[in-house]
């Protein structure tokens, strides 16, 4: 399958990814998206050094908001384009499901230049995608591979703002104003998910019935049963399917960098 | 028996349903030792001790936020143990296997919080469900979004008053799952295909509602029976 050689050429191993060299060298293939989301700065690799935590590697405030404009850049396009695509998207509920989730990232890309604006930064530009991935994929021509691409856009946004929530921890309004996406993106994965005929929440890490092998990444670590340092199965009479289902996982820059840059094209 | 004590009975029996002996011991052993370790550090809590009054006082600084977040998963968590005992008429099975996972996961959200919390968790609160008809749909699902919407706007809220990362991210991981709630149980409740995130919950910039603790223990104050003092929240 061409999927698993994109995977190849773009170095791209979940299972590996936890260390220090597979991480760097997965970072340098995606090459000129790196330099996009400006983080030049950022030693990557750090996340492993430091902990396995989703904020280990920090990044300022402006760089957070800069790798979310990229995650919504990379949303509003799809879904503007799945709207444009004749006789793709079912007239009735599911047109007025995708014309309600592509206004509000439509929004939050424009929400996020001018707070990057207003901030003193400047805007990255909006890469070149490809989500077919160079013709692994037809999401554009195909339904059920819209809807699947969808949800796994929606669940790694939602993991993706909450890797990042503590390095808004300096700006309050920021922060909020981040929050106040990121729950936004948990109700489209929710309603996405529930359009496929999977459940809202996600179950240990399954990437659900008909998702493609490709999109796992998009899951991984979604069965964690610690929190905090508490093992919720010790302290609770819920069983391991209901706590998964109840934490939502971060994932970290690098993780989401990985499965984004897949459908980066430049 | 009155309303509050059926909620009282429904817990029990729920814990005595999934829960066995080995349960019990589970959670009141180990477990609770371990989990004292998430707030060491943090400041210790004089003010745990209950009012003289019997005010529950929600206590300061990353505790009291964290226990603001248990007067919701608590409220929550009793609601649907209620929904789940008292299935409301007709269900369908996809409802009822929804009902049920939500009553998972803010059981769930509940221990686990309570068990973070350790000896600075406020105690067992009392609820009053007498305004919903649990025999109807509509009154439950009308009422689960309440407290769904109104779970995502307090954690959104509340994020930017929590000191320690960790909270914050153990929040944010809660958060998302609420706002899952929130769009499936309006997605089956309302006939507006766009309800999930209608524009009555997310504004003009794509944003989804942000509270303060005052005011959503005003709205959840309907439901609660205990008085609740938050006076000492952080409130920036």
């Known amino acids: 399958m061409k999927i698993f050689q994109l995977l190849e050429m773009y170095s791209i191993k979940p299972e590996t990814l936890d260390t220090f060299t597979s991480r760097r060298n997965a970072f340098a293939k995606l090459g000129s998206f790196g330099k996009k989301v400006a983080m030049a700065a950022i030693p990557v690799g750090f996340a492993s050094v430091a902990g396995n935590k989703a904020y280990a590697a920090t990044m300022e405030p402006l760089d957070v908001l800069n790798f979310a404009l990229t995650l919504e850049y990379l949303e509003a396009e799809y879904y503007t384009k799945g709207l444009a695509a004749s006789g793709l998207i079912p007239a009735g509920k599911d047109r007025a499901i995708f014309e309600l989730i592509e206004k509000h990232e439509v929004d939050h890309v424009a929400f996020l230049i001018a707070g990057i604006t207003a901030s003193g930064g400047t805007p990255v530009s909006k890469p070149t995608f490809d989500f077919t991935v160079g013709g692994a994929f037809n999401p554009f021509g195909n339904y059920e591979q819209f809807l699947a691409l969808a949800q796994a856009f929606e669940d790694t946004g939602v993991r993706a703002y909450k890797g990042q929530a503590a390095n808004l921890m300096s700006n309050k309004a920021l922060l909020t104003a981040a929050l106040q996406i990121h729950s936004v993106e948990a109700r489209h994965a929710s309603e996405v998910r529930r359009l496929r005929g999977l459940k809202g929440w996600i179950t240990q890490n399954e990437r659900g019935a008909g998702m493609p092998e490709a999109t796992q990444a998009v899951y991984n670590g979604e069965n964690n049963l610690m929190q905090g340092g508490v093992n919720v199965t010790t302290v609770t009479t819920i069983g391991s399917d209901g706590i998964t289902e109840s934490f939502d996982e971060p994932l970290t820059k690098e993780e989401v960098l990985t499965i984004a840059g897949l459908f980066i094209a430049a | 028996m009155s309303k509050t004590n059926q909620v009282k009975e429904d817990t029990k029996s729920v814990f005595q349903n999934k829960g066995s002996r080995r349960n019990f011991l589970k ?25 003289l009054d019997g005010v529950v006082n929600l206590g300061s600084g990353d505790v009291g936020v964290l226990n603001y977040a248990y007067v919701l998963e608590q409220l929550e968590a009793a609601f649907y143990i209620n929904v789940v005992t008292n299935l409301y008429r007709n269900i369908s099975d996809v409802e009822r296997t929804m009902m049920e996972d939500l009553r998972n996961h803010e059981v769930a959200h509940r221990d686990f919080l309570k068990a973070a919390l350790g000896s600075n968790a406020i105690g067992e609160l009392t609820f009053d469900f007498s305004s919903v008809n649990f025999n109807n749909r509509e009154s439950v699902l009308a009422t689960a979004k309440v407290f769904e919407d109104l779970g995502v706007a307090a954690y959104n809220g509340a994020g930017k008053l929590l000191q320690n990362p960790d909270f914050l991210l153990i929040a944010g991981k809660i958060v998302s799952v609420e706002a899952r709630h929130a769009a499936a149980i309006r997605s089956i409740l309302d006939s507006d295909p ?35 003092n938050a006076s000492q929240l952080p409130t920036s």
């Open chain 2, 27 to 51: 959670y009141s052993g180990a477990g609770i030792a371990t989990a004292g370790i998430l707030l060491m550090g943090c400041e210790d809590n004089e003010n745990m001790v209950p009012d």
């Open chain 2, 194 to 228: 766009k309800s999930f995130a209608g524009n009555d919950v997310i504004d003009a910039n794509g944003l989804d509602r942000a509270f303060e603790p005052a005011m959503v223990l005003n709205a959840a104050s309907t439901f609660i029976l205990n008085k609740i």
